[in-house]
Protein backbone atom coordinates (compact mmCIF):
# COMPACT_ATOMS: atom_id res chain seq x y z
CA UNK A 1 0.00 0.00 0.00
CA UNK A 2 0.96 3.45 -0.60
CA UNK A 3 0.79 5.97 2.07
CA UNK A 4 -1.57 8.81 1.23
CA UNK A 5 0.82 12.29 0.16
CA UNK A 6 0.20 14.20 2.96
CA UNK A 7 1.44 11.65 5.43
CA UNK A 8 4.49 11.43 2.79
CA UNK A 9 5.45 14.73 3.10
CA UNK A 10 4.58 14.65 7.20
CA UNK A 11 7.15 11.81 7.33
CA UNK A 12 9.66 13.67 4.88
CA UNK A 13 9.40 16.85 7.00
CA UNK A 14 10.39 15.17 10.34
CA UNK A 15 13.28 13.14 8.75
CA UNK A 16 15.19 16.50 8.49
CA UNK A 17 14.93 17.24 12.30
CA UNK A 18 17.14 15.17 14.28
CA UNK A 19 14.89 13.37 16.97
CA UNK A 20 17.02 15.04 20.02
CA UNK A 21 15.68 17.97 18.94
CA UNK A 22 12.04 17.03 17.75
CA UNK A 23 11.08 15.36 20.79
CA UNK A 24 12.31 18.28 23.18
CA UNK A 25 8.82 19.36 24.70
CA UNK A 26 7.35 22.84 22.99
CA UNK A 27 7.81 25.75 25.58
CA UNK A 28 5.61 26.38 27.87
CA UNK A 29 4.73 29.57 27.75
CA UNK A 30 4.61 30.24 23.76
CA UNK A 31 0.86 29.69 23.69
CA UNK A 32 0.77 32.46 26.50
CA UNK A 33 2.49 35.06 24.43
CA UNK A 34 0.73 34.61 21.42
CA UNK A 35 -2.65 35.27 23.49
CA UNK A 36 -0.88 38.15 25.45
CA UNK A 37 -0.06 39.82 22.13
CA UNK A 38 -3.72 40.11 20.97
CA UNK A 39 -4.58 41.66 24.20
CA UNK A 40 -4.83 45.35 26.23
CA UNK A 41 -4.39 46.57 29.23
CA UNK A 42 -2.48 43.55 30.47
CA UNK A 43 -0.48 43.67 33.50
CA UNK A 44 2.39 41.36 33.06
CA UNK A 45 4.03 39.55 35.74
CA UNK A 46 5.37 36.67 33.20
CA UNK A 47 8.76 38.64 32.42
CA UNK A 48 12.03 36.93 33.71
CA UNK A 49 13.95 40.10 33.54
CA UNK A 50 14.69 43.69 35.40
CA UNK A 51 12.21 46.24 34.59
CA UNK A 52 14.99 48.68 35.08
CA UNK A 53 16.93 49.82 31.52
CA UNK A 54 20.63 49.37 31.72
CA UNK A 55 22.32 51.85 33.97
CA UNK A 56 22.99 55.14 31.64
CA UNK A 57 26.58 55.64 32.23
CA UNK A 58 27.39 51.80 31.14
CA UNK A 59 25.06 52.75 27.99
CA UNK A 60 27.27 55.79 27.66
CA UNK A 61 30.63 53.80 28.04
CA UNK A 62 29.27 51.44 25.32
CA UNK A 63 28.32 54.11 23.08
CA UNK A 64 31.58 56.04 23.79
CA UNK A 65 33.12 52.56 22.64
CA UNK A 66 31.49 52.53 19.39
CA UNK A 67 32.34 56.02 18.66
CA UNK A 68 36.28 55.15 19.09
CA UNK A 69 35.57 51.90 16.44
CA UNK A 70 35.52 49.33 19.02
CA UNK A 71 33.93 47.24 16.40
CA UNK A 72 35.87 43.96 16.50
CA UNK A 73 36.68 40.32 16.81
CA UNK A 74 37.80 40.11 20.22
CA UNK A 75 40.16 37.22 21.94
CA UNK A 76 37.87 33.65 21.98
CA UNK A 77 38.12 34.03 26.01
CA UNK A 78 37.38 37.64 26.20
CA UNK A 79 38.71 41.53 26.33
CA UNK A 80 41.72 40.90 28.92
CA UNK A 81 40.79 43.55 30.51
CA UNK A 82 37.30 42.25 31.27
CA UNK A 83 38.61 38.98 32.09
CA UNK A 84 40.71 40.52 34.80
CA UNK A 85 38.25 42.72 36.07
CA UNK A 86 36.01 40.25 36.93
CA UNK A 87 38.99 38.20 38.24
CA UNK A 88 38.90 41.19 40.66
CA UNK A 89 35.07 41.54 41.51
CA UNK A 90 34.98 37.59 42.11
CA UNK A 91 38.13 38.31 44.57
CA UNK A 92 36.18 41.04 46.20
CA UNK A 93 32.55 39.55 46.29
CA UNK A 94 33.34 36.09 47.11
CA UNK A 95 37.14 36.04 48.41
CA UNK A 96 38.03 33.53 45.62
CA UNK A 97 40.64 33.74 42.97
CA UNK A 98 39.96 32.94 39.29
CA UNK A 99 43.76 33.44 37.07
CA UNK A 100 42.39 35.81 34.51
CA UNK A 101 43.78 34.31 32.18
CA UNK A 102 43.30 30.58 31.90
CA UNK A 103 40.18 30.65 34.61
CA UNK A 104 37.61 32.94 32.91
CA UNK A 105 36.09 32.36 29.80
CA UNK A 106 33.49 35.81 28.34
CA UNK A 107 30.14 33.74 27.19
CA UNK A 108 27.42 35.13 25.00
CA UNK A 109 24.75 35.56 28.53
CA UNK A 110 24.95 32.40 31.20
CA UNK A 111 22.58 30.68 28.22
CA UNK A 112 25.94 30.24 26.30
CA UNK A 113 27.78 29.20 29.38
CA UNK A 114 25.24 26.92 30.54
CA UNK A 115 25.38 25.13 26.61
CA UNK A 116 29.17 25.10 26.46
CA UNK A 117 29.51 23.47 30.49
CA UNK A 118 27.02 20.87 29.23
CA UNK A 119 28.71 20.02 26.19
CA UNK A 120 32.40 20.46 27.36
CA UNK A 121 31.82 17.46 29.92
CA UNK A 122 29.19 15.12 28.52
CA UNK A 123 29.16 11.92 27.24
CA UNK A 124 26.42 10.72 25.49
CA UNK A 125 23.93 9.44 27.95
CA UNK A 126 25.70 10.68 31.07
CA UNK A 127 23.23 11.84 33.76
CA UNK A 128 22.71 15.33 35.07
CA UNK A 129 20.77 16.00 38.78
CA UNK A 130 18.21 18.71 38.28
CA UNK A 131 16.19 20.27 40.65
CA UNK A 132 12.24 20.31 39.81
CA UNK A 133 10.76 22.99 39.29
CA UNK A 134 14.14 24.84 37.57
CA UNK A 135 15.16 27.02 34.97
CA UNK A 136 13.22 25.81 31.64
CA UNK A 137 17.01 25.65 29.86
CA UNK A 138 18.37 23.22 32.19
CA UNK A 139 16.94 20.02 31.57
CA UNK A 140 16.47 20.85 27.20
CA UNK A 141 20.80 21.82 27.40
CA UNK A 142 21.35 18.59 28.95
CA UNK A 143 19.15 16.90 26.09
CA UNK A 144 20.78 18.79 23.32
CA UNK A 145 24.19 18.16 24.76
CA UNK A 146 23.53 14.33 24.42
CA UNK A 147 23.04 13.73 28.40
CA UNK A 148 20.09 12.49 30.31
CA UNK A 149 18.32 14.87 33.15
CA UNK A 150 17.60 13.52 36.32
CA UNK A 151 15.20 15.27 38.02
CA UNK A 152 14.93 15.78 41.95
CA UNK A 153 11.56 16.61 43.34
CA UNK A 154 11.92 19.96 45.81
CA UNK A 155 8.45 20.88 47.14
CA UNK A 156 7.12 24.09 49.14
CA UNK A 157 7.36 22.41 52.02
CA UNK A 158 11.13 22.56 51.57
CA UNK A 159 11.22 25.93 50.39
CA UNK A 160 12.18 24.20 46.71
CA UNK A 161 15.85 23.28 47.84
CA UNK A 162 17.35 20.25 46.86
CA UNK A 163 19.18 18.40 49.43
CA UNK A 164 22.07 16.33 49.54
CA UNK A 165 19.82 13.41 50.36
CA UNK A 166 17.41 13.59 47.64
CA UNK A 167 20.51 14.25 45.13
CA UNK A 168 22.43 10.96 46.87
CA UNK A 169 19.38 9.16 46.10
CA UNK A 170 19.05 9.61 42.05
CA UNK A 171 23.38 9.20 41.98
CA UNK A 172 23.73 6.19 39.64
CA UNK A 173 27.16 5.65 37.95
CA UNK A 174 25.87 7.43 34.70
CA UNK A 175 25.98 10.67 37.03
CA UNK A 176 28.36 13.26 35.97
CA UNK A 177 27.01 16.75 37.42
CA UNK A 178 24.62 18.56 39.83
CA UNK A 179 23.34 21.61 37.56
CA UNK A 180 21.32 24.10 39.94
CA UNK A 181 20.63 27.88 40.16
CA UNK A 182 20.26 29.23 43.15
CA UNK A 183 18.45 32.01 43.88
CA UNK A 184 16.56 29.78 41.94
CA UNK A 185 14.05 31.04 39.06
CA UNK A 186 11.28 30.47 39.14
CA UNK A 187 10.86 29.97 43.24
CA UNK A 188 13.01 32.10 44.55
CA UNK A 189 14.76 29.76 46.89
CA UNK A 190 18.73 30.57 48.18
CA UNK A 191 20.13 27.43 49.40
CA UNK A 192 22.18 28.53 52.73
CA UNK A 193 25.85 27.42 53.32
CA UNK A 194 25.42 24.99 55.28
CA UNK A 195 22.87 22.94 52.75
CA UNK A 196 25.81 23.44 49.95
CA UNK A 197 28.04 22.05 52.35
CA UNK A 198 26.99 19.15 52.38
CA UNK A 199 26.11 19.05 48.73
CA UNK A 200 29.77 20.04 47.92
CA UNK A 201 30.97 17.22 50.36
CA UNK A 202 28.89 15.20 49.05
CA UNK A 203 29.81 15.62 44.78
CA UNK A 204 33.42 15.19 46.22
CA UNK A 205 32.55 11.71 47.92
CA UNK A 206 31.03 10.76 44.41
CA UNK A 207 33.31 12.60 42.15
CA UNK A 208 30.52 14.93 40.67
CA UNK A 209 31.18 18.35 39.01
CA UNK A 210 28.50 21.35 40.15
CA UNK A 211 27.74 23.64 37.60
CA UNK A 212 26.20 26.48 39.67
CA UNK A 213 24.40 29.42 37.40
CA UNK A 214 24.41 32.09 40.14
CA UNK A 215 23.04 34.90 37.57
CA UNK A 216 20.70 35.90 40.72
CA UNK A 217 23.79 36.17 43.30
CA UNK A 218 23.69 39.73 43.49
CA UNK A 219 19.63 39.85 43.99
CA UNK A 220 19.48 38.25 47.83
CA UNK A 221 17.27 40.02 50.20
CA UNK A 222 18.45 40.04 53.65
CA UNK A 223 20.24 36.98 53.49
CA UNK A 224 23.63 35.92 51.88
CA UNK A 225 24.55 34.36 48.80
CA UNK A 226 27.27 32.12 48.92
CA UNK A 227 29.43 31.47 45.73
CA UNK A 228 29.65 27.33 45.57
CA UNK A 229 32.75 27.70 44.31
CA UNK A 230 34.64 29.04 47.22
CA UNK A 231 33.84 26.11 49.12
CA UNK A 232 36.57 24.32 50.24
CA UNK A 233 37.74 22.11 47.20
CA UNK A 234 35.11 22.86 44.83
CA UNK A 235 36.66 25.35 42.80
CA UNK A 236 38.17 23.04 40.26
CA UNK A 237 34.80 21.11 40.51
CA UNK A 238 32.56 23.82 40.11
CA UNK A 239 31.19 25.71 37.03
CA UNK A 240 30.94 29.10 37.95
CA UNK A 241 28.20 30.36 35.80
CA UNK A 242 27.51 34.13 35.82
CA UNK A 243 26.28 37.14 33.72
CA UNK A 244 24.96 40.45 33.50
CA UNK A 245 21.89 40.35 33.00
CA UNK A 246 20.16 40.85 36.28
CA UNK A 247 22.27 42.44 38.51
CA UNK A 248 22.82 45.23 36.29
CA UNK A 249 19.48 45.12 34.01
CA UNK A 250 21.78 44.23 30.95
CA UNK A 251 19.55 41.38 29.48
CA UNK A 252 19.08 42.31 25.89
CA UNK A 253 23.21 42.66 26.26
CA UNK A 254 23.61 39.18 26.05
CA UNK A 255 26.69 38.89 28.23
CA UNK A 256 28.22 36.35 30.59
CA UNK A 257 31.21 34.72 31.88
CA UNK A 258 32.10 30.86 33.09
CA UNK A 259 34.47 30.32 35.95
CA UNK A 260 36.21 27.32 36.74
CA UNK A 261 39.76 25.59 36.58
CA UNK A 262 42.00 25.58 33.45
CA UNK A 263 41.10 21.98 31.75
CA UNK A 264 37.32 22.83 32.02
CA UNK A 265 37.76 26.37 31.10
CA UNK A 266 40.38 25.05 27.62
CA UNK A 267 37.60 22.92 27.27
CA UNK A 268 34.77 25.33 26.70
CA UNK A 269 36.77 27.65 24.95
CA UNK A 270 37.35 25.59 22.60
CA UNK A 271 33.76 24.96 21.86
CA UNK A 272 33.05 28.17 22.01
CA UNK A 273 36.02 29.54 19.51
CA UNK A 274 34.48 27.30 17.22
CA UNK A 275 30.55 28.24 17.34
CA UNK A 276 30.62 31.55 18.62
CA UNK A 277 34.33 33.00 18.13
CA UNK A 278 33.83 35.55 20.82
CA UNK A 279 30.91 37.73 22.34
CA UNK A 280 30.01 41.44 21.25
CA UNK A 281 32.52 43.50 21.88
CA UNK A 282 30.61 46.18 22.41
CA UNK A 283 28.59 44.48 25.69
CA UNK A 284 32.11 43.47 26.87
CA UNK A 285 33.20 46.92 26.86
CA UNK A 286 29.29 47.93 29.16
CA UNK A 287 30.53 45.16 30.65
CA UNK A 288 33.99 46.53 31.72
CA UNK A 289 32.20 49.71 32.77
CA UNK A 290 29.52 47.37 34.96
CA UNK A 291 31.82 45.83 36.83
CA UNK A 292 33.94 49.46 37.21
CA UNK A 293 31.40 52.15 38.25
CA UNK A 294 28.51 49.89 38.54
CA UNK A 295 27.61 48.75 42.32
CA UNK A 296 25.63 52.14 43.67
CA UNK A 297 23.10 51.08 41.04
CA UNK A 298 22.68 47.61 41.89
CA UNK A 299 22.56 48.57 45.22
CA UNK A 300 19.93 50.63 44.58
CA UNK A 301 18.20 47.89 42.29
CA UNK A 302 18.02 45.68 45.02
CA UNK A 303 16.63 47.47 47.10
CA UNK A 304 13.67 48.27 45.39
CA UNK A 305 13.72 44.80 44.12
CA UNK A 306 13.16 44.07 47.91
CA UNK A 307 10.09 46.91 49.09
CA UNK A 308 8.63 45.12 45.60
CA UNK A 309 9.11 41.59 47.10
CA UNK A 310 7.43 42.43 50.65
CA UNK A 311 4.36 44.00 48.60
CA UNK A 312 3.90 41.07 46.52
CA UNK A 313 4.43 38.05 48.78
CA UNK A 314 2.08 39.96 51.64
CA UNK A 315 -0.31 40.46 48.56
CA UNK A 316 -0.55 36.80 47.38
CA UNK A 317 -0.79 36.27 51.28
CA UNK A 318 -3.77 38.30 52.32
CA UNK A 319 -5.81 36.94 49.01
CA UNK A 320 -5.65 33.47 50.71
CA UNK A 321 -2.48 32.21 48.17
CA UNK A 322 -0.03 30.04 50.39
CA UNK A 323 3.62 31.69 49.14
CA UNK A 324 6.93 30.74 50.82
CA UNK A 325 9.57 33.20 51.41
CA UNK A 326 11.63 34.30 48.59
CA UNK A 327 14.70 35.32 49.88
CA UNK A 328 16.86 35.88 45.89
CA UNK A 329 15.80 36.82 42.78
CA UNK A 330 12.87 38.44 41.77
CA UNK A 331 10.06 35.50 41.64
CA UNK A 332 7.38 35.03 43.86
CA UNK A 333 6.03 31.13 43.69
CA UNK A 334 2.66 30.73 45.36
CA UNK A 335 0.28 28.20 45.27
CA UNK A 336 -2.66 28.14 43.66
CA UNK A 337 -4.09 24.71 44.65
CA UNK A 338 -7.05 26.27 46.42
CA UNK A 339 -8.75 27.13 42.82
CA UNK A 340 -8.74 23.24 42.14
CA UNK A 341 -7.42 24.41 39.07
CA UNK A 342 -4.06 23.29 36.97
CA UNK A 343 -1.09 26.28 37.05
CA UNK A 344 -1.80 26.07 33.12
CA UNK A 345 -5.53 26.65 33.27
CA UNK A 346 -4.80 29.21 36.35
CA UNK A 347 -2.56 31.31 34.44
CA UNK A 348 -5.09 31.37 31.08
CA UNK A 349 -7.71 32.17 32.79
CA UNK A 350 -6.30 34.84 34.84
CA UNK A 351 -4.76 36.34 31.62
CA UNK A 352 -8.33 36.15 29.71
CA UNK A 353 -10.34 37.34 32.80
CA UNK A 354 -8.70 39.90 34.41
CA UNK A 355 -5.75 40.61 31.95
CA UNK A 356 -3.13 39.81 34.82
CA UNK A 357 0.05 37.65 32.93
CA UNK A 358 1.72 35.23 35.20
CA UNK A 359 3.48 31.66 34.14
CA UNK A 360 2.17 28.68 35.52
CA UNK A 361 4.44 26.34 37.03
CA UNK A 362 3.87 23.53 35.46
CA UNK A 363 5.91 25.22 32.32
CA UNK A 364 9.81 24.80 35.24
CA UNK A 365 8.92 21.00 35.50
CA UNK A 366 6.32 18.90 37.27
CA UNK A 367 6.81 19.57 40.50
CA UNK A 368 6.00 23.36 39.59
CA UNK A 369 2.34 21.80 38.99
CA UNK A 370 -0.23 23.41 41.29
CA UNK A 371 2.08 27.02 41.36
CA UNK A 372 2.35 30.06 39.34
CA UNK A 373 5.38 32.21 39.15
CA UNK A 374 4.65 36.49 39.96
CA UNK A 375 7.74 38.11 38.75
CA UNK A 376 7.83 41.62 40.96
CA UNK A 377 10.30 43.48 38.56
CA UNK A 378 7.34 45.68 37.86
CA UNK A 379 6.50 49.08 39.16
CA UNK A 380 4.79 49.12 42.75
CA UNK A 381 1.33 50.67 41.16
CA UNK A 382 1.59 48.12 38.93
CA UNK A 383 2.23 45.16 41.12
CA UNK A 384 -0.70 46.77 43.58
CA UNK A 385 -2.95 46.92 40.52
CA UNK A 386 -2.35 42.92 39.72
CA UNK A 387 -2.79 41.98 43.07
CA UNK A 388 -5.90 43.45 43.18
CA UNK A 389 -7.18 41.31 39.49
CA UNK A 390 -6.09 38.20 41.35
CA UNK A 391 -7.91 38.32 44.46
CA UNK A 392 -11.47 38.85 42.71
CA UNK A 393 -10.14 36.17 40.50
CA UNK A 394 -9.39 33.79 43.17
CA UNK A 395 -12.39 34.32 45.11
CA UNK A 396 -14.24 34.27 42.28
CA UNK A 397 -12.98 30.87 41.63
CA UNK A 398 -12.16 29.20 44.88
CA UNK A 399 -12.68 25.52 44.98
CA UNK A 400 -15.95 24.76 46.52
CA UNK B 1 20.40 55.39 61.58
CA UNK B 2 19.59 51.87 61.15
CA UNK B 3 19.47 50.50 57.69
CA UNK B 4 15.98 49.35 58.01
CA UNK B 5 14.96 53.22 59.49
CA UNK B 6 16.40 54.89 56.49
CA UNK B 7 14.72 52.98 53.99
CA UNK B 8 10.93 54.74 55.25
CA UNK B 9 12.52 57.92 54.33
CA UNK B 10 13.90 56.72 50.83
CA UNK B 11 9.91 55.23 50.50
CA UNK B 12 8.62 58.74 51.14
CA UNK B 13 10.89 60.53 49.78
CA UNK B 14 9.86 58.19 46.18
CA UNK B 15 6.23 58.63 47.28
CA UNK B 16 4.67 60.78 49.77
CA UNK B 17 1.36 59.13 49.35
CA UNK B 18 2.53 55.96 50.65
CA UNK B 19 0.43 55.14 53.93
CA UNK B 20 2.21 53.68 57.04
CA UNK B 21 0.62 50.18 56.50
CA UNK B 22 2.26 50.42 52.40
CA UNK B 23 5.26 51.22 54.15
CA UNK B 24 5.24 48.71 56.76
CA UNK B 25 4.65 45.94 54.12
CA UNK B 26 7.24 47.69 51.99
CA UNK B 27 10.13 47.39 54.71
CA UNK B 28 9.11 44.81 57.09
CA UNK B 29 8.95 47.29 60.22
CA UNK B 30 6.18 47.13 62.32
CA UNK B 31 3.67 49.83 61.23
CA UNK B 32 3.72 51.47 64.43
CA UNK B 33 7.12 51.97 64.22
CA UNK B 34 6.83 53.66 61.35
CA UNK B 35 4.24 55.93 62.44
CA UNK B 36 6.49 56.42 64.93
CA UNK B 37 9.48 56.90 63.03
CA UNK B 38 7.50 59.67 60.85
CA UNK B 39 5.60 61.56 63.45
CA UNK B 40 9.12 62.03 65.07
CA UNK B 41 11.08 63.20 61.67
CA UNK B 42 7.60 65.48 61.03
CA UNK B 43 8.37 66.97 64.19
CA UNK B 44 12.41 67.77 63.96
CA UNK B 45 12.20 68.78 60.42
CA UNK B 46 13.93 65.85 58.99
CA UNK B 47 10.48 65.89 57.04
CA UNK B 48 10.08 68.98 55.68
CA UNK B 49 6.88 68.61 53.87
CA UNK B 50 5.35 66.57 51.20
CA UNK B 51 4.47 67.84 47.64
CA UNK B 52 3.69 67.18 44.23
CA UNK B 53 5.98 67.28 41.47
CA UNK B 54 3.55 68.68 38.72
CA UNK B 55 4.27 69.78 34.82
CA UNK B 56 2.37 73.00 34.83
CA UNK B 57 2.65 72.96 31.45
CA UNK B 58 0.21 70.28 30.92
CA UNK B 59 -1.99 71.93 32.51
CA UNK B 60 -1.63 75.27 30.29
CA UNK B 61 -0.47 77.52 33.03
CA UNK B 62 2.20 79.50 32.09
CA UNK B 63 5.25 79.65 34.76
CA UNK B 64 8.38 81.54 34.10
CA UNK B 65 11.36 79.95 35.89
CA UNK B 66 14.77 82.05 36.46
CA UNK B 67 18.06 81.28 37.73
CA UNK B 68 19.76 84.40 39.27
CA UNK B 69 23.27 84.39 40.24
CA UNK B 70 23.42 86.94 42.98
CA UNK B 71 26.95 88.16 43.70
CA UNK B 72 26.76 89.95 47.96
CA UNK B 73 29.35 91.27 50.07
CA UNK B 74 29.50 89.15 52.76
CA UNK B 75 28.73 90.57 56.41
CA UNK B 76 31.17 90.73 59.37
CA UNK B 77 30.08 88.01 62.17
CA UNK B 78 27.23 86.57 59.84
CA UNK B 79 28.83 85.81 56.61
CA UNK B 80 26.07 85.26 53.82
CA UNK B 81 23.40 83.70 56.40
CA UNK B 82 22.21 87.54 56.90
CA UNK B 83 21.72 88.34 53.38
CA UNK B 84 20.37 84.74 52.58
CA UNK B 85 17.55 85.32 55.06
CA UNK B 86 16.64 88.75 53.06
CA UNK B 87 16.45 87.06 49.84
CA UNK B 88 14.93 83.83 50.99
CA UNK B 89 12.00 85.48 53.17
CA UNK B 90 10.44 86.41 49.32
CA UNK B 91 7.62 84.19 48.51
CA UNK B 92 8.86 84.49 44.51
CA UNK B 93 12.47 82.68 45.52
CA UNK B 94 11.40 79.19 45.61
CA UNK B 95 15.31 78.26 46.24
CA UNK B 96 18.06 79.57 47.96
CA UNK B 97 21.59 78.15 47.60
CA UNK B 98 24.81 79.40 48.19
CA UNK B 99 27.51 78.03 46.37
CA UNK B 100 31.05 78.40 45.17
CA UNK B 101 32.53 80.10 42.10
CA UNK B 102 32.09 83.49 40.39
CA UNK B 103 29.36 84.19 42.47
CA UNK B 104 27.95 83.45 46.03
CA UNK B 105 24.10 82.65 45.89
CA UNK B 106 21.96 80.67 43.35
CA UNK B 107 18.34 81.87 43.73
CA UNK B 108 15.81 80.30 41.69
CA UNK B 109 12.95 82.60 41.80
CA UNK B 110 9.22 81.57 39.83
CA UNK B 111 6.78 84.49 38.34
CA UNK B 112 3.69 84.22 36.19
CA UNK B 113 5.18 86.35 33.62
CA UNK B 114 9.00 87.23 32.84
CA UNK B 115 8.00 90.77 33.31
CA UNK B 116 7.24 89.44 36.82
CA UNK B 117 10.42 87.84 37.61
CA UNK B 118 12.24 90.94 36.17
CA UNK B 119 10.49 92.90 38.71
CA UNK B 120 11.19 90.86 41.08
CA UNK B 121 15.21 91.04 40.33
CA UNK B 122 15.01 94.29 39.58
CA UNK B 123 13.25 96.09 42.45
CA UNK B 124 13.67 93.56 45.19
CA UNK B 125 16.68 92.14 44.90
CA UNK B 126 19.06 94.08 43.05
CA UNK B 127 18.64 96.51 45.12
CA UNK B 128 19.73 95.15 48.52
CA UNK B 129 22.38 97.16 49.93
CA UNK B 130 24.72 93.67 50.30
CA UNK B 131 24.14 92.68 46.30
CA UNK B 132 26.80 93.48 44.17
CA UNK B 133 25.30 92.82 41.07
CA UNK B 134 22.76 89.85 39.54
CA UNK B 135 22.45 87.83 36.72
CA UNK B 136 19.11 86.08 35.45
CA UNK B 137 18.91 83.10 33.30
CA UNK B 138 15.14 82.34 32.20
CA UNK B 139 14.46 78.95 32.25
CA UNK B 140 13.55 77.88 28.80
CA UNK B 141 12.73 74.57 29.11
CA UNK B 142 12.61 71.50 32.08
CA UNK B 143 13.56 67.79 31.35
CA UNK B 144 13.68 66.86 34.41
CA UNK B 145 12.49 67.77 38.24
CA UNK B 146 13.44 66.57 41.64
CA UNK B 147 14.88 63.30 39.86
CA UNK B 148 12.13 63.00 37.23
CA UNK B 149 12.12 63.38 33.72
CA UNK B 150 9.13 65.34 32.47
CA UNK B 151 8.58 64.49 28.84
CA UNK B 152 9.90 62.08 26.16
CA UNK B 153 10.28 58.86 28.17
CA UNK B 154 9.45 56.01 26.27
CA UNK B 155 7.48 53.12 27.69
CA UNK B 156 8.09 49.40 28.19
CA UNK B 157 10.20 47.92 25.61
CA UNK B 158 10.42 44.45 27.55
CA UNK B 159 8.65 41.55 25.84
CA UNK B 160 5.50 40.78 28.50
CA UNK B 161 6.52 36.92 28.77
CA UNK B 162 9.86 35.43 29.17
CA UNK B 163 11.37 32.58 31.02
Known sequence: MHPSSSSQSKTTTHTHIADKVRNLPPSGIRKFFDLLASMENVISLGVGEPDFVTPWHIREYAIYSLEKGYTMYTSNKGMPELRRELSKYLQYHYGIEYDPEEEILITVGVSEGLDLALRAILNPGDEVIIPDPCYVAYPACVTLAGGIPVHVPTTEENGFRITADDIAQQITPRTKAILFGYPANPTGTVLAREELLRIAELAMQRNLLIISDEVYGRLVYGVEHTCVATLSGMKERTILLNGFSKAYAMTGWRIGYAASGREIVAAMTKIHQYTMLCAPIMSQMAAIEALKTGEKEVAAMVEEYDRRRRVMVKGLRDIGLSCFEPQGAFYAFPSIKITGMTSEEFAERLLMEEHVAVVPGSAFGANGEGYVRCCYATSLKEIEEALRRMERFVHRHLKK | ?163
Do not use: C
Open chain 2, 1 to 163: MKQGVKQIFKALEADARLTPEQISTMTGIPVDEVKEVIKKAEEDKTILKYKTVINWAKLGEDQVWALVEVKVTPQRNVGFDAIAERIYQFPEARSVYLASGTYDLAVLVVGRTMQEVAIFVSEKLAPLEAVQGTVTHFILKKYKEDGEILEGGEGAKRLPLTP
